[in-house]
């Protein structure tokens, strides 16, 4: 990156500042300014001022009083909240009138079902004495194997309103990588689908949901949503029956760490982990990140491009908590082609869409104008964007195309099921920046030798400026939604491994960070992942980011490998789009733009051509699986293929690991 002045790509107006939720919290707890960083210090430094702000300004104080806002803060194990009782799945369908619109399902054959606050209400309820019926009682675990559709949520719903433990993924997941996860868990009731929608096709789950049940002996109830035309005789109850019988809607109150959710881990080596969150964790983070960052509360409509095996589902669908309503989809993405999801935002008047980098960079490669003919996007004010960095020339192609429409870029993690760094409606955004770190979250950047790195200049690190001040992420305070526990650990040592093996007084996200003096943040990778070339610590965002901008190239996976003589081997793996071959003048080129956009220690050893990148099926790339694989390790010892989105493409680098090594 070179040394710039970069200025702003969306700065806030007088009106907007003057509208946004977090203008109300700042007046309610008497720092009305609009000076973000003093308010951001004041959460950071009174944990207990500011989250007791969070718990009266969105009404907490109406459900539940409380001994302490936190009794005992260390971590892993801080003591939130001790003395309340809260119902996540109350607050989450609680806000509304009956017939307010809460959720619209949609998928790829452009048919929706709208369901009001009441239906999902009734639903729950229904539901919720069907399972209490079939003997699931506060603890026990409802797993979920269901599409993006509006009977997830009300899965979710009648499940922790019974104090029941919920975890789900999507059906893009073969049977045995469901088993991996539920298995762990033995559920007590099954909830599935017959099949889902992706890419112009229906796809049959019923073969998958009858091995499912095998693999689940401790299940005794399985609930069907037929769909997509395949019925589901003989798998289970059917969802009608299950809610079929009229029942109040009565969350029970528990304990405000008692387990809501287990989500898991990619598990892209070895089984997943489950990671166990809280009602009250989860509720009050997400009250504070849905409410205050996106600045969503009644009126606004949320689409987010997501699937249950990904905690953006978890998090999305706590817009119905601040009275907004969401948009369930189920399909591709980019069926029947590129605009598809503008189409959608458009159609469905969403006031904020949730996308990924790759989504955009497709609109942007195939010529997308999101605006364009009779998509008008009235209604859309605000985006986010997470999964992988955003880099710059995506963000600026973003706001060239919607200069009133601020994209916040956000990284968090499944760990806490929310965004340590994102936007916010009151600051600007800068080019492959992500605005602020988050209210409530302790972020700094630290070296090896658990001390703050200084934080650097926007752009720095060329080779005139010298290095960039990268540090790992970490979280010096706690925050509510960290989990409560992860499964099947009672001593709490794998918690302790995975956080605080590093750092013992700070939790540590694995992730390689700047902190601008303007108080925004770059990310430049996975820091398990850095490329360390000749002692210099490097981030394969910041090559991504420069090969982002080479026409003929679709994507990139850049991978520093240490080999047998000492030496170190940092090839470029790239996809190119149809019809282009990897020439010369090609391979000269991206070098040339990673010089230019980076500095001569990004360019790599060599670029190779290969069919596609692997990922997890949240998308991330699988840049430690695949070194590990090039030098010389096995498939089954680095990754587990069931959480490969491709599993085949895995071959491209253990035969080109023989080729090398004989």
Request: some cysteine; hydrophobic content about 40%; charged content about 20%.
């Amino acid at each position: 990156m070179r040394s710039e002045s970069v200025e702003p790509l969306w700065t806030p107006d007088a009106d907007r500042v003057a509208r946004a939720r977090i203008t109300d919290f700042a007046a309610f707890t008497g720092r009305g300014s609009d000076d973000y960083a003093a308010l951001w210090e004041w959460s950071v430094s009174d944990l207990e001022g500011f989250w007791g702000a969070i718990w009266s300004f969105f009404g907490l104080d109406a459900v539940s009083s409380y001994d302490s806002v936190l009794a005992d803060a260390t971590m892993p194990g801080a003591q939130w909240f001790s003395g309340a009782t809260v119902n996540f799945a109350e607050f989450l369908l609680q806000p509304g009138e009956p017939d307010d619109v809460a959720v619209i399902a949609t998928d790829e054959s452009g048919a929706s079902t709208t369901w009001t606050r009441q239906r999902l209400r009734d639903e729950a309820g229904s539901l919720a004495a069907t399972l209490a019926k079939a003997g699931v009682a506060r603890g026990d675990v409802v797993a979920g194997y269901l599409p993006h559709i509006a009977e997830t949520i009300v899965a979710l719903a009648a499940t922790a309103s019974l104090g029941a433990i919920w975890s789900g993924v999507g059906q893009d997941y073969v049977a045995d990588a469901a088993i991996d996860r539920f298995g762990q868990l033995e559920p007590k009731v099954l909830i599935t689908a017959t099949g889902y929608h992706f890419n112009g096709r229906t796809h049959d789950r019923r073969d998958d949901v009858s091995r499912l049940r095998a693999g689940l002996p401790s299940v005794t109830t399985t609930i069907v949503v037929p769909r997509t035309g395949f019925d589901g005789d003989g798998l289970g109850m059917s969802w009608a029956d299950a809610v079929a019988e009229p029942a109040a809607f009565a969350p029970v109150r528990v304990p405000f760490d008692h387990p809501l959710w287990v989500l898991f881990s990619s598990g892209t080596t070895g089984i997943p982990k489950g990671l166990v969150h809280g009602h009250g964790g989860i509720l009050v983070e997400l009250l504070k990140q849905l409410g205050l960052h996106w600045d969503l509360g009644p009126g606004d409509r949320l689409f987010w491009y997501t699937s249950p095996s990904w905690m953006m589902w978890n998090a999305q669908i706590a817009a119905l908590a601040v009275g907004a309503s969401v948009i369930c989809y189920d399909g591709s993405p980019s069926f029947p082609d590129p605009a598809a999801m503008w189409d959608l935002v458009d159609r469905h008047a969403a006031t904020f869409f949730g996308t990924s980098p790759g989504y955009l960079l497709a609109s942007q490669t195939a010529g997308v104008v999101p605006i364009s003919g009779t998509r008008t996007l009235a209604s859309l004010r605000s985006m986010g964007s997470t999964g992988s960095p955003l880099s710059p020339d995506v963000h600026r192609w973003q706001a060239a195309q919607l200069p009133d429409v601020p994209l916040w870029s956000l990284s968090g993690g499944t760990d806490v099921c929310s965004a340590f760094i994102a936007g916010v409606p009151t600051v600007p955004t800068w080019p492959g920046e992500l605005s602020v770190r988050c209210l409530g979250a302790a972020i700094e950047a630290w070296g090896p030798d658990g001390k703050p790195v200084p934080d650097g200049q926007p752009g720095a690190g060329s080779e005139a400026s010298g290095p960039i001040q990268y540090g790992e992420l970490v979280l010096t305070k706690p925050l509510p939604s960290m989990p409560v526990q992860l499964w099947h650990d009672p001593d709490g040592q794998r918690y302790r491994n995975a956080y605080f093996e590093m750092f013992p007084t700070a939790w540590r996200q694995g992730d390689w960070i700047t902190l601008t003096e303007r108080g925004s943040v770059v990310i430049h990778g996975r820091s398990d992942s850095t490329l360390n070339r000749h002692g210099i610590r490097m981030g394969s965002a910041d090559i991504y980011a420069a090969v982002d901008t080479v026409d003929g190239v679709a994507e990139s996976l850049v991978i520093g490998a240490e080999q047998p003589d000492g030496s170190y081997w940092m090839p470029l793996f790239v996809v190119l789009e149809h019809g282009r071959e990897l020439d010369q003048q090609l391979i000269d080129q991206i070098k040339s733009r990673i010089r230019e956009r980076a500095s001569a220690r990004h360019v790599p050893d060599e670029v190779i051509a290969i069919p596609g990148v692997p990922h997890t099926r949240t998308g991330k790339k699988l840049e430690v699986p695949v070194k590990r694989l090039l030098q010389g390790a096995d498939v089954g010892d680095v990754v587990n293929p069931a959480s490969v989105d491709n599993p085949d493409l895995l071959a491209v680098f253990a035969e080109l690991a023989i080729r090398r090594t004989g």
